[in-house]
């Protein structure tokens, strides 16, 4: 007895589970469509702007990308997917720039984690949602992504021509002013050197007093010895 209903109730539960499958079914019977005609509908169809497909590097409507050459988006991505070349430039007011010379972008190992789109100062990147990217060959997975001819660096205003000039010239005339007080340093050491003078020749007078003032042989020695030193350095300053 147990046996039968034991039966029907698993039959029973049967029929709810069979019941509750079709309405899934028949609801989706009824809902809008989710696949897509592709490729039919691949000039009409409008994919999410989150969907990233491609790295790109964004160009403005004059042909200008905002690259800066940091190498940042290089250096964070986790797969080794970019690598830039760069070059060493020299701006209209003599200075060195670094530039991008190289973008290259290998599709072939990204991983679409966005760390160097979000990790660009200048917001030069971008995933693009542009999905049809099959080839035949890996190595045409990897792209050069500054692919438009390379502006010029910019000319300079007449402006920053001018105050270009005007700190030449202020440099030009701190470095004569510079000179200017070095030289006149440089003569005002000799006139201390009369003053030394002085002090010698009277150190010299002196020493000769006290030769003639000597009462003795030996003292007279000594004043001597003394006149000859005095003497002697003062030659060596060349003042005699
Ligand atoms: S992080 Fe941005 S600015 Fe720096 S090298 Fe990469 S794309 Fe260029
Ligand atoms: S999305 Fe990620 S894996 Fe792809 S290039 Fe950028 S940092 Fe590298």
Not at 182 to 188: D, M, N, T
Request: hydrophobic share 40%; with cysteine.
């Amino acid at each position: 007895m147990g046996s039968v209903s034991e039966y029907f109730k698993s039959l029973g539960a049967g029929v709810v589970s069979l019941v509750k499958g079709l309405q899934v079914t028949g609801s989706e019977l009824v809902k809008g469509k989710i696949t897509e005609y592709y490729p039919e509908d691949r000039n009409t169809y409008k994919w999410p702007e989150r969907f990233r497909a491609i790295l790109t590097l964004v160009y403005d409507k004059d042909g200008n990308h905002k690259c800066i050459a940091c190498g940042t988006c290089e250096r964070v991505c986790p797969n080794g997917t970019i690598h830039l070349d760069t070059k060493m430039v020299e701006t209209w007011d003599g200075k060195k720039k670094k530039k991008l010379d190289k973008y290259f972008y290998d599709l072939g190992t990204c991983t679409f984690c966005d760390l160097c789109v979000t990790n660009c100062p200048t917001d030069a990147l971008a995933f693009s949602n542009d999905f049809e990217q099959a080839v035949f060959t890996r190595e045409k997975l990897l792209k050069k992504l500054n692919y438009l001819p390379e502006k010029e660096e910019p000319k300079p205003t007449p402006e920053q021509i001018a105050k270009l000039q005007a700190e030449k010239e202020a440099k030009i005339a701190a470095a004569k002013a510079a000179a200017a007080a070095k030289a006149a340093a440089a003569g005002a050491a000799p006139a201390a050197a009369p003053a030394v003078n002085d002090k010698l020749a009277a150190a010299i007078e002196k020493a000769k007093q006290a030769v003639a003032d000597a009462a003795t042989p030996e003292e007279k020695a000594a004043a001597q010895a003394k006149l000859d030193k005095i003497e002697a350095a003062l030659k060596a300053k060349g003042a005699m």
